[in-house]
């Protein structure tokens, strides 16, 4: 299957904020798997994917806004719009589970839900993850990322981050991971494994 990505107007004017990966920054006190990347800046966040169906969330299990887009195969996640400043055609859809285009506009960056500003953020961001069903688009990755996309690394990670990792990733379920993937157990699907891809690595983005 092609993986169809249209990153190139997602989030005009905007920087990273918080990258991929292990993150100790955002709480200092609490550091965390950050499998996603923070956006923040003046632009407007535009539909990344040609979406089959989407889904608007109010609030998730920890208070923040999510909205999703389906394709098949996979899923483009992004948090912290603020309903209110939704484009009403993305809002409507999206209540209704209802297809979007690519390059539709969403909004600008909310900030329901945490948000930090760190390294030339404002403050208000978006938090956004591609998510992979396993075995779909492996020959893609593979591509991209070369022949070491499905390597481990959890244990070079085990021993570099020490306790609060090891814990934060038997939370979330992690069963591997590396610079490109997190291969978890995803609540969304039912505790079932999902790629959490790092754009950054792979797309630039
Ligand atoms: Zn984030």
């Given at each position: 299957m092609e993986l169809k990505l249209s990153l190139d107007d997602f989030f005009p004017r905007s920087v990273i904020t918080t990258p991929f990966g292990w993150d100790t920054k955002t709480f200092p006190t609490r550091?965390?798997?950050?499998?996603?990347v923070d956006r923040a800046g003046s632009g407007i966040v535009h539909t990344p994917v040609e979406a089959e169906s989407s889904q608007w969330i109010d609030d998730d299990a920890e208070g923040c806004s999510v909205l999703r887009l389906f394709f098949p195969g996979g899923e483009f996640r992004m948090l912290h719009f603020i309903r209110g400043e939704l484009e009403s055609a993305v809002l409507s859809a999206a209540l209704v589970k209802a297809?979007?285009?690519?390059?539709?506009?969403?909004g600008p960056t909310g900030n329901h839900g945490l948000s930090v500003p760190l390294n030339g953020g404002t403050g208000r961001h978006v938090h956004y993850c591609l998510i992979l069903e396993p075995g779909v688009y492996d020959d893609k990755l593979k591509i991209l990322a070369g022949a070491g996309w499905n390597n481990d690394h959890m244990s070079d990670y085990r021993s570099q981050y020490g306790k609060a990792?090891?814990?934060?990733?038997?939370?979330?379920?992690?069963?591997?991971?590396?610079?490109?993937?997190?291969?978890?157990?995803?609540p969304y699907y039912d505790g079932k494994l999902r790629f959490v891809v790092n754009t950054t690595k792979l797309w630039n983005v």
């Open positions: 550091p965390r798997l950050h499998h996603a297809p979007i285009p690519a390059g539709t506009p969403i990792f090891i814990a934060d990733t038997a939370a979330r379920g992690v069963r591997w991971m590396n610079e490109f993937i997190v291969a978890r157990a995803d």
